[in-house]
């Protein structure tokens, strides 16, 4: 979450925090996030965000929030996108950490590496069921768009 702030200082974006530790934590977060006037809706990675993953999507809908996550699924199941490491090379990279340590490397030895692909995925039913006009630049850098 302090990352979260510090870019919305950053890019001069005024926004409101709703941490959600349990399920049932959803509904009166965004219930609050509502009351006090948020327009859109991130989502943050957390177990519990990314469980409930549907039901938030349907709440933003309901509310016609656009809606931003981290991984792909989001757009896919209605958000209106996300922006993300690549998970399939995340897991390449893990594979191959893994290889290492199992031939002797000692895992402090090993580098730590940080994402080098991200994607951007846009879902245009989504921004066009909330009546947002997306650029035709927007969707040209888009990794996916989903028609």
Known sequence: MDAARRSMFRFSVEGRFAEVAHPEDIE??????A?????ALVALASP???SERRRIIALAESRRWPLAAWSREWPEDGALLSYGA???D???RAAHYVDRILKG???GDLPIEQPTRFYLVINKRTADALGLAL??????????VIE
């Open 105 to 107: 490397a000692k895992p």
């Open 135 to 144: 650029s035709a630049e927007l969707l040209a850098r888009a990794d996916e």
């Open 86 to 88: 690549d998970f399939s």
């Open 48 to 50: 519990v965000i990314l």
């Open 28 to 33: 009166p977060a965004i219930s609050h996030l």
């Open 35 to 39: 009351n006090e006037g948020s327009q």
């Open 90 to 92: 995340n897991m390449r």
